[in-house]
Every structure is written in C-alpha cells, then in structure tokens.
C-alpha cells in the first residue's frame, strides 16, 4: 500500500516542494522515516501515531516507511506531520486519495490531533502557487498568512480528525472567507507612530537634517557625540520619516518573518510598517548577519527594507562590525555550508550612534565633564570600528551637547518631515521606474553616471577634494549619490556645487585639511 504527499519546508527565505512517500508493508509494527529527518521531524511518528489515535481512526500495526524526497536536502521542523498522517491515512485506506490530490500540506499534530501553525507558511504557500498547486492545507491559526498571495484555494484545518471524517473537504475554511488576500489592515499604527515625533528632539538642527537626508535617499548614518545629546532619540524617529512598504516590498517583509516565526498571531494583512531592529551590542555575528548549521536569517535580513539601529557602535564586536561589511555594500548575506549555500535578502538603512571616547566627553565644549580618557585610550576606541566599514557610512554626523540657550521649543514635525521627503521620493520614483531599484543609495556603475552628473562648478569641487583628502573611489561614490539626494530635496534635476559641499562635510573630513 503506498500514497503520496506533498508538503514543503524553507530553505533560506523560499519556500521548496518536498515529497512525503508512504509504504505500508507486512512485517514487524515498526516506522521509519528515511530523507535527512532531523530530531524535529523523527519524533514526529509518536505525534501522528496520538493523534491518529486519539481521533479515533487505526494506526496501522504494520511496517510503515516514510520517505521525505529529496533525499539529499537536510529536513527540519514539524511541518510535515499533516502531510505524513495523510500519507498513513490514505495508505491504510482510511482517506480518499482524492482529497489531497495536488495539494499541500503543511501542520503540526498535537496529540490529540490538533493542527497547529508552523513558521514560513507564506514562503510555502508562494512555491506551492509557483509550482501550480490548486489547493493547500494548512492550520486554522494560518489561513489570513496563507491568503495574502491569492491564486490558489486555501483550507484551513483545526483538527485532523474532523477533517478526516468530512472527507477532506474545505468546509473548515468557510468562517475565514472574508479573509482577503493582501488586504493590508497591518498598518502604519499612527499613535505609536505618533510617540516618536521629531518635534520631539530640541535643537540638532544638524543632526536633524541628517536625518532627513538619510530619509530621502535610504542612506546609512553615525551620529558621534557625549552621552544624552539626543543621538538615540533622532535614530529612533528615522522610522517616523520613512514612507510605508509597498505591496512587492511588504510581501518580501512579511515572508521573512513568517519563516522566521515572528508574525505572532493571525494577520489578515502584509506588514506595512517598516522593520526596525535595534540589536544589543552583546550579539554574536551569527546573530547579526545570520547563520547556523542549517541558516536561519540574522538582524540584518529582518531589518530588510527598513532600518538596522546599533546603539554605542563600538560596543559590538569586531567580528561583528565587519561581517557587516559585504550586506551594506551588496545589499544580500551569502551563507555557506557544507550542504551548500543559502542567501537572504539584507538591503537596509544603517542607523549607528557612538560616543568620541570611552567615557564620552572628549572634545565637549563644556568644562562641566572634562575627559578623562588618555590619548591612546581614544585611539583605541575608534580603532574599534576600521575604516572599510567607516566607508561604507555616507553621513557620519557630530551631535554637541546642548546648551540652555539652545533649547527652544518646536521644531519640525515628523509629519512636516514627510510631506518635505514627498519631493525626493516622487523624483527618485520617476527617475527608477526602469531602472530595478528605488533610491538613490542603490545606485552604482552606469546609473550612478546617468542619474548623478554634475555641474561644472560642482565637478571641480569634488575632484580637488578628492585629490586633497585622498578620497577612496568608494567614497567619491558615496558622496555623488548623497549629493544626488541633496538635489531631489531641494527639488533640482542638477547637482550643483552647494550640494556636493553639503554632502562633502557629512563625510567626517579632517576640517583643517578644508580649511587649507
């Protein structure tokens, strides 16, 4: 007696097919389950065994062997249990082949024979549509993640039992028919957005510009200043600014925190709002970029399309600093292992704060907290973050401590903020609608050509510049596309000479070396 089953798992952030045999043969009662199992789904026989039990059906008292193909592909986590209980069922004659006849199956058993959700059930769903499946199963917790793609009839199970004796049939998914697929009901919540304002930081005037620009563009950015200047509080609102995820951009979202298991609870929408992940420093590079034995995404890809904040920068490893490296640079982690290499999507906007120097008061204008930090204990401290990866930072921004006098109220809103970035984002919009990406920090090779000529006054700026500082080729890069944002903030199709000054200082130059 044999069925066959399709279930799937995740692989990376994608979803991949995975063949569920069954055979039931005479001979000792006994169950194996062959294809790389891992411990996970090993143990999985005791649960369809309960469950199958405890719903009242026959577990066979036979030699039953259950093949997970491909053979050759590792198999983790308990979302095959539903797809080899069919197979068992199907086998025994105890369900009709019918039922599940170019369906997939995806559910955890409880004992009793409960479905229980399963993280990445979007990713799966989305290769099951790809591969032309009519119709997937999956648990009742899972039904509004599963309708977000559309295209493919989704059913939803509570329990394995009731769904055997209603002979597979999609009754159980009629109370979630109003479940729209990518109704988008996940939002921008608009009182908490409302808690983190702008107007909420005094003075920075500069640091808020920043702010803006790095908005505009989705560039990376380093506030550097003593404790309680603000800098946390202005890389905190970079959120506030940004506009919400399109339909493409959520679904990528949504996808990685379903495999992730982060979407805690049913949604009847994609993610909206932009990720912000804000790691302690006491993270490990796995950790931040992502990794194990068998990969699993890090900081850096839940951050993807929104923001990546690391408090006090040089409190992070070096080991994890410079993993950073290669996401910031090709917007993507490559992973590999032994059974091959897995890559997650990691484009994100780096918000990073840092004091001067281990106690933070180095070269405070006030004498209130005179720094007490040697010379070589400063140097030390910077040497923390190497200069590959301060390259990699297009607006590296000091934040000084306040005075009295400079603590006024108002200031601009997050709301006033938005409706100014409205401009840059429309021209960035038009200009890339062709051209596969959507902001100007993406821009690289030709387009950086096309799309960032210069002036000629704003041409000789750079270059003698470049010449004087000793400029890497990267820098030089990174300085054209923050002056092509400078441009679309200012509403100019040319880069002029004022808005590559702008960008110039925003690089930490040596300001004697300006000066000269």
Same mark, same amino acid.
């Given at each position: 007696m044999y069925a066959r089953m399709l279930s799937a798992s995740v692989a990376g952030v994608e979803g991949r097919l995975i063949e569920v045999e069954v055979h039931i043969s005479s001979g000792l009662p006994q169950v194996h389950v062959v294809g790389l199992p891992d411990p996970a789904v090993r143990e999985s026989v005791d649960r369809v065994r309960?469950?199958? $039990?405890?719903?009242?059906?026959?577990? =066979?008292?036979?030699?039953?062997?259950?093949?997970?193909? *491909?053979?050759?592909?590792?198999?983790?986590?308990?979302? &095959?249990?539903?797809?080899?209980?069919?197979?068992?069922?199907?086998?025994?004659?105890?369900?009709?082949?019918?039922?599940?006849?170019?369906?997939?199956?995806?559910?955890?058993?409880s004992l009793s024979g409960e479905v229980k959700a399963v993280p990445g059930v979007l990713a799966m769903v989305e290769r099951a549509r790809a591969a032309g499946l009519s119709r997937v199963y999956v648990p009742q917790a899972s039904v509004s993640e599963?309708?977000?793609?559309?295209?493919?009839?989704?059913?939803?199970?509570?329990?394995?039992?009731?769904?055997?004796?209603?002979?597979?049939?999609?009754?159980?998914?009629?109370?979630?028919? $109003?479940?729209?697929?990518?109704?988008?009901?996940?939002?921008?919540?608009?009182?908490?957005?409302? /808690?983190?304002?702008?107007?909420?930081?005094?003075? $920075?005037? /500069?640091?808020?510009?920043?702010?803006?620009?790095?908005?505009?563009?989705?560039?990376?950015?380093?506030?550097?200043? *003593?404790?309680?200047?603000?800098?946390?509080?202005?890389?905190?609102?970079?959120?506030?600014?940004? =506009?919400?995820?399109?339909?493409?951009?959520?679904?990528?979202?949504?996808?990685?925190?379903?495999?992730?298991?982060?979407?805690?609870? =049913?949604?009847?929408?994609?993610?909206?709002?932009?990720? &912000?992940?804000?790691?302690?420093?006491?993270?490990?590079?796995?950790?931040?970029?992502?990794?194990?034995?068998?990969?699993? *995404?890090?900081?850096?890809?839940?951050?993807h399309h929104g923001v990546l904040f690391l408090d006090e920068l040089p409190e992070f490893s070096r080991t994890a600093l410079e993993s950073l490296r290669q996401p910031l640079e090709d917007r993507h982690v490559t992973i590999g292992r032994a059974r091959g290499v897995t890559r997650f999507p990691a484009s994100f906007v780096l918000a990073a704060s840092m004091n001067p120097c281990p106690c933070g008061y180095w070269g405070s204008e006030t004498n209130e907290r005179p720094c007490l930090c040697s010379a070589a204990a400063v140097a030390r401290y910077r040497s923390r973050m190497s200069g590959p990866l301060t390259d990699r930072i297009d607006l590296q921004v000091e934040v000084p401590r306040q005075t009295a006098r400079l603590r006024e109220p108002g200031g601009m809103t997050s709301a006033e903020a938005r409706e100014r970035l409205a401009v840059a984002y429309a021209r960035q919009r038009e200009r890339y609608r062709r051209a596969g990406i959507r902001w100007n920090s993406e821009l690289s090779g030709r387009l950086l050509a096309a799309h960032a000529a210069l002036a000629p006054e704003a041409e000789a700026l750079l270059s003698g510049v470049y010449a004087q500082l000793g400029l890497s080729f990267r820098a030089h890069d990174r300085i054209l596309k923050l002056s092509r944002t400078i441009a679309d903030l200012a509403d100019r199709e040319r880069i002029e000479a004022e808005h590559v000054a702008e960008a110039i200082q925003y690089r930490c130059l040596d300001k004697t070396a300006l000066a000269n």
């Open positions: 309960s469950a199958i $039990q405890n719903g009242g059906m026959k577990f =066979p008292l036979d030699r039953i062997t259950v093949n997970l193909a *491909p053979a050759d592909l590792r198999k983790e986590g308990s979302a &095959f249990d539903l797809a080899i209980a069919a197979g068992i069922l199907c086998a025994s004659g105890q369900l009709a082949a019918d039922a599940v006849r170019d369906a997939l199956l995806i559910g955890e058993l599963a309708r977000l793609l559309g295209g493919v009839e989704v059913v939803g199970l509570s329990s394995l039992s009731r769904w055997v004796r209603e002979g597979g049939a999609g009754v159980e998914a009629e109370g979630e028919a $109003q479940a729209s697929a990518g109704s988008g009901i996940d939002s921008i919540d608009e009182e908490a957005a409302g /808690q983190l304002d702008l107007a909420d930081v005094v003075g $920075q005037s /500069q640091g808020k510009r920043a702010l803006l620009i790095a908005a505009a563009g989705m560039h990376n950015l380093l506030f550097v200043g *003593p404790p309680g200047t603000g800098k946390t509080m202005l890389c905190r609102r970079l959120p506030s600014l940004l =506009p919400q995820l399109g339909d493409e951009e959520a679904l990528e979202v949504t996808k990685i925190y379903s495999v992730s298991g982060k979407l805690n609870g =049913p949604r009847s929408g994609l993610l909206r709002r932009r990720p &912000f992940r804000a790691p302690h420093h006491t993270i490990s590079g796995a950790g931040l970029i992502g990794g194990g034995s068998v990969p699993k *995404p890090g900081e850096v890809t839940l951050a």
